[in-house]
């Protein structure tokens, strides 16, 4: 089945640095979606990039739709502490009309 | 703005009794989801329902079943709880055109003993 390989799978870094993480795929995809789970909570939508070679910001997040229509990146800018949790990246499932496949998640700690 | 409301947050089960989960959503939404999330594995989705009336299996439904009561709400039941059943529920719900996203519950944190 479809598969979405992000990486890295854990980082830590120092407040005020800046944050980078990518998703793979070996499938194309027309869409890219990354999410931000906070501890204790369930995902919330950061952005939604829709065409190749799309890049898109949200405030200090900014993320980008591979030209290969098979990746996409996320960077985050002057990290601080409540940048912590767990980001993730998603897109349509091959062969379903409603489903979302979910990368395995990067988590990111931030060290005062 | 309620959004998709879980409840409960928190249940402990002894293994072989049943419980329901229960998810509402006030955002007029066709499709909703339950996924389970455990350490290292991201979010697998156990069962969805596309519209009202309908429920599909997902990557990992054996031990669960589902209900769709209406357009608002979706339960999943565990009949006879398992330890490896063990994590954390997610409920969602989407328009038809998935490729806007989910909006996710805070979900729910169930111990089997």
């Known amino acids: 089945g479809q598969q979405l390989n992000q990486s890295p799978q854990s980082m830590f870094i120092q407040e005020g640095e800046d944050v980078s993480m990518n998703c793979t795929s070996s499938?194309?995809?027309?869409?890219w979606l990354w999410y931000k789970q906070d501890p204790g909570e369930g995902p919330v939508l950061l952005i939604a990039l829709y065409k190749a070679g799309e890049l898109t910001s949200n405030g200090r997040l900014t993320a980008q739709f591979g030209i290969t229509r098979k990746d996409s990146f996320l960077n985050i800018s002057a990290s601080i502490p409540s940048d912590v949790g767990i980001y993730f990246c998603?897109?349509?499932?091959?062969?379903?009309?409603?489903?979302?496949?979910f990368g395995s998640g990067t988590q990111l700690t931030v060290l005062p | 703005n309620a959004g998709v409301t879980q409840t409960p947050k928190f249940q402990v089960l002894k293994t072989g009794q049943s419980m329901t989960l229960q998810c509402a959503q006030d955002?007029?939404?066709?499709?909703m989801y339950w996924y389970r999330q455990d350490p290292g594995m991201g979010l697998r989705l156990i069962y969805y329902s596309a519209s009202e009336g309908t429920t599909d299996k997902g990557e990992v439904p054996n031990g669960y079943n589902v209900s769709r009561l209406n357009k608002r709400e979706f339960s999943l039941r565990l009949e006879s709880a398992a330890p490896s059943q063990t994590s954390v529920y997610f409920c969602?719900?989407?328009?038809?055109?998935?490729?806007?996203?989910?909006?996710f519950g805070s979900g729910t944190r169930l111990t089997v003993v």
């Open positions: 499938s194309i995809f027309n869409t």
């Open positions: 969602a719900s989407s328009f038809t055109d998935r490729t806007h996203g989910y909006t």
């Open positions: 998603a897109g349509p499932t091959s062969g379903s009309a409603r489903q979302l496949t």
């Open positions: 955002m007029n939404h066709n499709s």
